[in-house]
Every structure is written in structure tokens, then in C-alpha cells.
């Protein structure tokens, strides 16, 4: 069976399976370091980040899959763009996939009637600002995104209408990001490979950034759900990674008890309807779906 029919099975198997045989966790193995899901229009779009993750080499073996979301698609695109160098952060805004890769954003048309592969038409370079790890992205609305560059410990804030950029803020090791209500919450990985990470949120408005709770790691990947902020922990540079939360009213804090470790959980996506968790495992070379952890 080829990785193409593999992807679809594992997709459809995932969405569709929770209800009939409860708590469980899979995975899918094959991918090239693979960071983040995203989701837009009945699509899942998975960054490969290629050969060498966390290094800043322009090898161009990075590339983006796509698959439908609920399966029904026969012949899924594992190397739906290709070209890339070693993407990260991924994110849909009015029908451009836009793209963190090394030092620059790069948007790509994928929406319904757009020809494929999709053309590239966006392209911001940041490589003036000698950083070598863009990672997160999030949107604050249609025209103005923000990035993490964990390399420099910076926020850069883009406005896509101009393609104009300024750093925003600067902040220790920043990856994970998510904005929810001007609250943009950051996650980082830590400084000098040590597991000092923390996680915390910055009030848009004033810039002030709160740390959250008292708790060090290898910071990842952020979801919300409701009043219930997830986040990756890679715990260890081996298979012991874990999915950790906050209840952003009580601090309460907790952990997803999945049935086995995850080798670097990366950006993840949470599907709330179906209570699944799509996780990709950089340091596996795998993609998990987890499924009803939350209940």
C-alpha cells in the first residue's frame, strides 16, 4: 500500500473511528520531519520540514501535503509544494497557504478553482534580520499576521497588504503562537537546548507579557479550546513528548494521558467536534491522531 493510500487511510480512519472505539491514539510513519497542521476547506496541510530540522540549510527537500479532511479524496498530494527549505509555521488566510520557511514567508494560492501545484504569490524576505528560524504564525486578522523567530527572540509583525514588516517585540526563544481576542499566546522551546521554555501571553494592546504558570520545557505546539489552552512539551530530544493544559480561568493544569510518548510534538491541530488531536512527531518522522483525550 502506497504512503499516499496510507494517508488517506489514516485520516479517514481517525475522523471517523472515535465514536466506535473510544480512547485511542495511531500513527503514521514516512514523512521528512513533519512540523505543523493546518486546516482550510475541507483540507488537512501538513509542513515536511526535509532533512534537517533546526538547521538552516537551503536544500529545498522541504515541502507541504494535503489531504481531505474527511477521507473522501482517492489520490491525496503528498507533495502538494515542493520547493521549500525547511518549512515550519503554515496558515490559511482567504485562500493563500502562508508559509514560515527559514528566513522568509511565502504564500501560496490554494483556493478552490486555483491551478495546481499552486502558484506562488506571496514572497517577504526577512533575511536582513540574520534569522534563520521563523516558526509560528498566527493571524490578528485578514491583513496583518505575526511570526515567531525563535532563533533572534523576536515577534516580527507583517502586514500582508504591504508585504511591509517590523519586529514587534522581542521575547526569550519564541515558537508556538496563537492569537484568540487580542491575547497572543506564546510558547517557547527554551534557550541553550535546555528545557526552560515557558508559557506565557502577551496583552496585545499594552505588550505585556504574563507568564501563565509555573512550568519549564521544550514548548511546542498551542491549541484553545474554550477556556482550555494545549500545549506540546517534547520533554526530551527522544520519544517522551506529551500534550499538556491550562484552564486559562482556574490555572488548573493537567495532561493529555495518551497511550504512549510522542518524539517531538510539534505545531498540532484539535479538531473539537471529533475531540481529535492531529500531532506531528518531528523527531519521528510520524503524524498521531489522538483521539477523545478531552472527555
Same mark, same amino acid.
Given at each position: ?30 514523512? !521528512?520531519?513533519?512540523?505543523?497542521? *493546518? ?6 496541510? +501538513?509542513? =515536511? ?5 533546526? +538547521? ?39 485562500? /493563500?497557504? #502562508? ?14 478553482? @486555483?491551478? $495546481? ?7 517577504? $524576505? ?5 534569522? *534563520?528560524?521563523?516558526?509560528?504564525? @498566527? %493571524?490578528?486578522?485578514? &491583513?496583518?499576521?505575526? +511570526? ?12 500582508? $497588504? /504591504?508585504?511591509? #514588516? ?8 519564541? %515558537?508556538?503562537?496563537?492569537?484568540? =481576542? ?5 510558547? $517557547?522551546?527554551?534557550? !541553550? ?15 505585556? #507579557? *504574563? ?38 480561568? /482556574? ?6 494521558? +495518551? ?26 518522522? %510520524?503524524?498521531?491522531?489522538?483521539? &477523545?483525550? *478531552?472527555?
Amino acid at each position: 500500500m502506497s504512503k499516499k493510500v496510507l494517508f488517506t487511510w489514516f485520516i479517514v480512519y481517525c475522523m471517523f473511528s472515535a465514536p466506535v472505539f473510544g480512547q485511542d491514539q495511531y500513527s503514521l510513519g514516512g514523512f !521528512d520531519s513533519p512540523v505543523c497542521v *493546518t486546516q482550510y476547506g475541507g483540507f488537512l496541510y +501538513l509542513s =515536511n520540514s526535509g532533512n534537517h530540522f533546526g +538547521l538552516s540549510v537551503e536544500d529545498g527537500d522541504g515541502y507541504i501535503s494535503r489531504v481531505r479532511s474527511d477521507g473522501s479524496q482517492q489520490d491525496p498530494t503528498m507533495k502538494f509544494i515542493t520547493g521549500l527549505n525547511n518549512p515550519r509555521g503554515i496558515y490559511v488566510i482567504q485562500g /493563500t497557504l #502562508y508559509v514560515c520557511d527559514i528566513n522568509r514567508l511565502v504564500g501560496f494560492d490554494v483556493r478552490p478553482l @486555483a491551478p $495546481s501545484p499552486p502558484r506562488k504569490i506571496v514572497d517577504i $524576505s526577512f533575511a536582513n534580520e540574520n534569522v *534563520t528560524q521563523l516558526t509560528g504564525i @498566527a %493571524s490578528f486578522s485578514d &491583513n496583518l499576521v505575526y +511570526l515567531t523567530a525563535t532563533d533572534i527572540n523576536a515577534i516580527f509583525e507583517v502586514n500582508l $497588504s /504591504t508585504g511591509q #514588516y517590523q519586529k514587534w517585540m522581542e521575547i526569550s526563544a519564541p %515558537s508556538g503562537i496563537l492569537i484568540d =481576542n487580542n491575547q497572543m499566546y506564546i510558547s $517557547s522551546m527554551g534557550t !541553550d537546548s535546555l528545557p526552560n521554555g515557558k508559557l506565557g501571553v502577551i496583552d496585545m494592546r499594552t505588550k505585556q #507579557y *504574563t507568564q501563565l504558570i509555573d512550568d519549564e520545557g521544550y514548548f511546542f505546539g498551542l491549541a484553545l479550546n474554550d477556556k482550555r489552552l494545549y500545549y506540546s512539551d517534547w520533554v526530551q530530544f527522544a520519544k517522551r513528548g506529551i500534550i499538556k493544559w491550562v484552564d486559562l480561568d /482556574t490555572k488548573s493544569t493537567g495532561q493529555l494521558r +495518551l497511550t504512549q510518548r510522542i518524539g517531538g510534538p510539534a505545531d498540532f491541530h484539535f479538531d473539537s467536534r471529533n475531540d481529535l488531536f492531529i500531532i506531528p512527531a518531528v523527531l519521528e518522522g %510520524s503524524v498521531y491522531g489522538c483521539l &477523545n483525550f *478531552t472527555r
